[in-house]
């Protein structure tokens, strides 16, 4: 994003930089929820269990890392 104040200015840049992190927050958030949806079928794909409990450590463990 340094390299756009040359064309948008010193403050040009914020739209740009906004967008930026809500595609970064967009994207993490769709790789978490990702992870728990897959530790939920390989739990099921095992014959564990794979309810909402399970989600909820997943998601915690997904988080923490």
């Given at each position: 994003?340094?390299?756009?104040?040359?064309?948008?200015?010193?403050?040009?840049?914020?739209?740009?930089?906004?967008?930026s992190w809500?595609?970064?927050?967009?994207?993490?958030?769709?790789?978490?929820?990702?992870?728990?949806?897959?530790?939920?079928?390989?739990?099921s794909?095992?014959?564990?269990?794979?309810?909402?409990?399970?989600?909820?450590?997943?998601?915690?463990?997904?988080?923490?890392?």
């Amino acid at each position: 994003m340094i390299l756009s104040r040359s064309v948008y200015g010193v403050r040009g840049s914020r739209l740009p930089a906004a967008i930026s992190w809500l595609l970064c927050v967009g994207w993490e958030t769709f790789l978490c929820v990702l992870a728990v949806l897959a530790t939920s079928a390989v739990f099921s794909k095992l014959g564990w269990s794979s309810g909402d409990g399970v989600k909820v450590v997943a998601m915690v463990v997904v988080a923490a890392l």
